[in-house]
């Protein structure tokens, strides 16, 4: 079975660093890219970044540029979401989603079931 | 602009034909994927492409675009349906990713 499986719920504190992941199984994993998605209580989804497993290319979304760092361990077939400074205003659910074509980022099929990462003094 | 707009809420009455559309300049040169979302879930990905269903999605859902315009219509809508409707396609430099406000649909 295809799937992506997230870490779990994180409680964190402002000012705290914070690394989350996203295990791929069941497909090769450096022939899709993987994608980060935000969904903040009640609002809409918003494209983070996005990474080529293949060659490790990373691209940002303009509002997320320098705020979070994307990467991957091959080795392993994880990619991650990681920040270096939390804020209250970074409390949201965030999902990981697996291309549905090889080298292509049009479209994501396959979503982890998401992490809930709360961000409170 | 990098902006791809949907209306907030639409609603169909149970068994009719519903058009949820999505507009944007990227969408003259880029397809748009349209992804359902229901409370507490991740979302699905219902169509992709010029008009592609993955595995598991009823055939009442279609995708279309003109112009500036891409259009997901669900034929027959059934109570099942009722979800936020995101659209998502490329900004118009190609390398970056946008996601539609959203469309709540309720189906009544």
């Known amino acids: 079975e295809v799937q992506l499986v997230q870490s779990g719920a994180e409680v964190k504190k402002p000012g705290e660093s914070l690394k989350i992941s996203c295990k791929g199984s069941?497909?090769?994993?450096?022939?899709?890219?993987i994608g980060w998605v935000r969904q903040m209580p009640g609002k809409g989804l918003e494209w983070m970044g996005i990474i080529y497993l293949g060659d490790s290319d990373t691209r940002y979304s303009p509002s997320f540029q320098g705020q979070v760092t994307i990467s991957a361990d091959k080795s392993i077939s994880t990619a991650y979401l990681q920040w270096s400074s939390l804020k209250a205003s970074d409390t949201a659910m965030y999902y990981c989603?697996?291309?549905?074509?090889?080298?292509?980022?049009?479209?994501?099929?396959?979503w982890g079931q998401g992490t809930m990462v709360t961000v409170s003094s | 602009s990098s902006e791809l707009t949907q209306d907030p809420a639409v609603s169909v009455a149970s068994g009719q034909t519903v058009r949820i559309t999505c507009q944007g300049d990227s969408l003259r040169g880029y397809y748009a994927s349209w992804y359902q979302q229901k409370p507490g879930q991740a979302p699905v990905l219902v169509i992709y492409g010029k008009n592609n269903r993955p595995s598991g999605i009823p055939d009442r859902f279609s995708g279309s675009s003109s112009g500036n315009t891409a259009s997901l219509t669900i034929t027959g809508a059934r109570a099942e349906d009722e979800a936020d409707y995101y659209c998502n396609s490329r900004d118009s430099s190609g390398n970056h990713l946008l996601f539609g406000g959203g469309t709540k649909l309720t189906v009544l």
């Open positions: 069941g497909y090769s994993f450096t022939s899709y890219w």
């Open positions: 989603a697996r291309g549905v074509v090889p080298a292509a980022y049009d479209a994501f099929d396959i």
